[in-house]
């Protein structure tokens, strides 16, 4: 099983500034990872698939980056509705394995 | 618009069983791989499993058997058995659709959740 490990845990910025997310695979994905967003009692969304493609309706403040087992989410200006937590999973390898979050709150 | 509305969640006793279910609506249901995904109180999302448009099935190790999932493409209507629950099966039930018919996840559209408790 591929585990994916999301640093920092918790990344606490304030609205404006840069937030840069990590997700390194146990092995390589090569480019078959998608991040989520989750916010407080909603479903999860879609971001980013296939390491770098925004998912349709996506601002493009949202980007990603990587390939094989190191991966980036970057925001690059925090806008308010952007405060939530960050999934990175895989589709690589069976079982499709998410990673543990990575969570942005306000600072 | 696609629409995935799940149902079925409730309490039900350690060793007990539950059938959800997930009413897909605007889009070619019979095409599209269909996954369900949990997420345990204050915990994150785990993969569950996925069943792909001619019924190939995937799952997680850690289900053991235990799930099985199905559908019926007449019905545009995605199940998930689950047996012999125990206290960590308790979550919130998500199903969801991938984003393209031919390949698997990632998942684009997601239902509400359903919420399976299993506590006596």
């Known amino acids: 099983e591929i585990v994916l490990t999301q640093s920092p845990a918790t990344l606490s910025l304030s609205p404006g500034e840069r937030a840069t997310l990590s997700c390194r695979a146990s092995?390589?994905?090569?480019?078959?990872l998608a991040w989520y967003q989750q916010k407080p009692g909603q479903a999860p969304r879609l971001l980013i698939y296939?390491?770098?493609n925004r998912a349709t309706g996506i601002p493009a403040r949202f980007s990603g980056s990587g390939s094989g087992t190191d991966f980036t989410l970057t925001i690059s200006s925090l806008e308010p509705e952007d405060f939530a937590v960050y999934y990175c999973?895989?589709?690589?390898?069976?079982?499709?394995?998410f990673g543990p979050g990575t969570k942005v709150d306000i600072k | 618009e696609v629409q995935l509305l799940e149902s079925g969640g409730g309490l039900v006793q350690p060793g007990g069983s539950l059938r959800l279910s997930c009413a897909a609506s605007?889009?070619?249901?019979?095409?599209?791989?269909m996954s369900w995904v949990r997420q345990a109180p204050g915990k994150g999302l785990e993969w569950v499993s996925t069943i792909r448009g001619g019924g190939a099935t995937y799952y997680a190790d850690s289900l053991k058997g235990r799930f099985t999932i199905s559908r019926d493409n007449s019905k545009n209507t995605l199940y998930l058995q689950m047996n012999s629950l125990g206290a960590e099966d308790t979550a919130v039930y998500y199903c969801a659709k991938d984003r393209v018919d031919w390949e698997l996840l990632p998942f684009d559209s997601w239902g509400q959740g359903t919420l399976v408790t299993v506590s006596s």
């Open positions: 999973q895989q589709r690589h390898i069976w079982p499709f394995t």
């Open positions: 296939d390491a770098s």
């Open positions: 605007g889009f070619t249901f019979s095409s599209f791989a």
């Open positions: 092995q390589s994905v090569s480019s078959f």
